[in-house]
């Protein structure tokens, strides 16, 4: 059998495989957070909650209204977006001027509060979300077997990070949206609506973490604690990738869940810690991310 | 200056130690729980647990020694430090005389030395560690509900009866996983089977694909999973996802009801595991369930069911003694049969550990389930002896002298 340093090529091919699906969710969800970090400069400790509301949206539909896991898909992430615009108009507007801290503060405990109630609500234990039937099943890869639902989730996550990036990058909206951020006197001077555009965009950042959930529910249980061990790794990832660098967060999301697949292989005890190792080594040479500016 | 806080400490001291042994003397029994009650493994007892000790200090009526009961609830968080601090809190300012243990071995391994040294009997019920009647025994620890050696014994046995003799390992990476691999790997030796590996995930890990990635490539017939609560869950799902249940005989070698509750018996039918207790064994433990079920709307857990039993037994011993002293209540509880809804004729051996029937427990296929949490068939029945061994555990320092 071919080897790699020991280590068959078969299990390393399918680890990389693996590790593209997680490094999938880690760029979605570091995605929203770029976005939301990037133009109103919050760090939005929810993001995980959010994520996990997404996910529990998905089941709920399912469960008490027959929603069926494509509308979901739609469905989800406008509800909980329009949660976060909520959020947004009733609390986080009042923290802008403010340190980023207390922005930081608030957002930790809407998702302690989130995650309370829902283990009020459906135990710590979760829920089953099954895999839709069309993607059941999974391709013959040769060094493995991969379920098709996985095969899906990276399909569907870069898409959507690759449209996000246009909508900022290359379109008028994104202009302004960055122009905002930049001067948000100024362009509010040039007759734009900037409070309605920063509302906006945290509603958006939000219901990208809800979509990410929405994918997450058939592959893990659904259970109030699934973000929040999620979100530190992903904190991290926007971190190494530079903080309010939307292409830095897609690019290193990927390639750390690639990172972390091959850790899995070499050393597995470490597989939870080696991002942030990463990340510490990161901020010692380049203290701005990787494709952050000073 | 030295001078100075020297005075100062000898006017503040007695002070505090007459504060204290008012509150300890106080005017009613404190029982305590620690026990996770917010993360991975908050469904096993967690406010279920709680809610069982209120049901046996209801049975009791409420009063013991002519004081009232109180029950006290803290949630250590899977956190040793903070489980044995609040213990020995609760022993130096509220007058603890008995404190329940729910999940996490590592938290339980701590707060049966704070035990020893603050003198309070502890019953551990939701860890599974065999050590804490092994080389972490104290005089003052009883291990109630089920144990790492009873588990293996139980389900290892039961699959390589059936052939399953190569095994491969997914271990929750702390005392409790690794003491559980340890017992199975010696029963599946000693049979006759061999281990081809072992993989030790982070206690919290929520994808399992990279580990059973390894554990089809070392084509082992048997999936061992040494784990427990959401960690379980997750990788029997990730487990089914990657077809590995076509191909390996998954083992759980610790399920709770509240885990195949919440995974459905689509994706867990077919899977052997042991268990304590179960609601639908007889008439006794269904009266349970459905007292239980009242006040939860889910049925109990095996170690929920201890919960109760433990409570109703040292509140029961203290009654006939008319005294909470720890050394008299253990010697008694040591001595007597133990006989409730939770077992029959369980006796607790020197080394601290409760010896009682075990079951091993076959998950029902949805279409054999026939209404609801009618999950497992009893596939077969151990007596505490085959379960746990004959002998006390000679690791145990209390055993030995």
Known sequence: MNTVFGVPLAAILGQLTLGLVNGSFYALLSLGLAVIFGLLGVVNFAHGAFYMLGAFAAYIGLQTFGVNYWCALLLAPLTVGFLGVIIERLFLRHLYRLDPLYGLLLTFGIALIAEGIMRGAYGASGNSYPVPDVLRGGFNLGFMVLPIYRAWVVLASLTVCGMTWLLIERTRLGAMLRAATENARLVQAFGINVPLMVMITYGAGVALAALAGVLAAPVTQVQPMMGSSLVIVVFAVVVIGGMGSIFGAIVSGL??????GLTKVVYPEASNIVVFVIMAVVLIWRPAGLFGKE | ML???????????????????????????????????????????????????????????GTVLGKPIVVLSADHQNKPDIGASKFREWADQDGLS???????????????????????????????????????????????????????????????????????????DYAFGTQLQEAAT?????????????????????DYSSFLLQAQASGAQVLGLANAGTDFSNSLKGANEFGLTKTMIPAALLAFISDIHSLTLQTAQGLYLTTAWYWDLNEETREFGKRFFAKMHKEPTMTQAAYYSATLQYLKTVKTLKSNDPDLVMAELKKAKINDVFTKNGYIRDDGLMVHTMYVMQVKTPAESKYPWDYYKVIKVMSGEEADGQQSDPTCPLVRK
């Open chain 1, 255 to 260: 390639v750390l869940g690639l990172i972390e």
């Open chain 2, 3 to 61: 001078l100075k806080m020297t005075i100062t400490a000898l006017w503040v001291l007695p002070c505090l130690c007459a504060f204290t042994q008012v509150r300890a003397a106080g005017d009613k029994v404190v029982i305590g729980d620690i026990d996770d009650l917010s993360g991975v493994y908050a469904d096993v007892q967690g406010q279920g647990g709680i809610e069982a000790i209120n049901m046996a200090v209801a049975d009791v009526g």
């Open chain 2, 98 to 172: 008995m404190l329940i243990g729910g999940s996490n071995t590592g938290v339980s391994i701590a707060m049966a030395k704070v035990a020893a040294a603050k003198k309070v009997p502890f019953f551990a019920i939701g860890a599974g560690g065999a050590s804490l009647t092994g080389a972490d025994c104290t005089r003052y620890s009883i291990h109630y509900a089920y144990d790492t050696t009873a588990l293996a014994n139980g389900t290892a046995t039961v699959i390589l009866g059936q052939g399953g003799k190569s095994w491969y390992f997914i271990t929750a």
């Open chain 2, 186 to 206: 010696r029963v599946v030796t000693a049979n006759g089977g061999r281990v081809l590996g072992a993989v030790r995930a982070p206690l919290g890990t929520t």
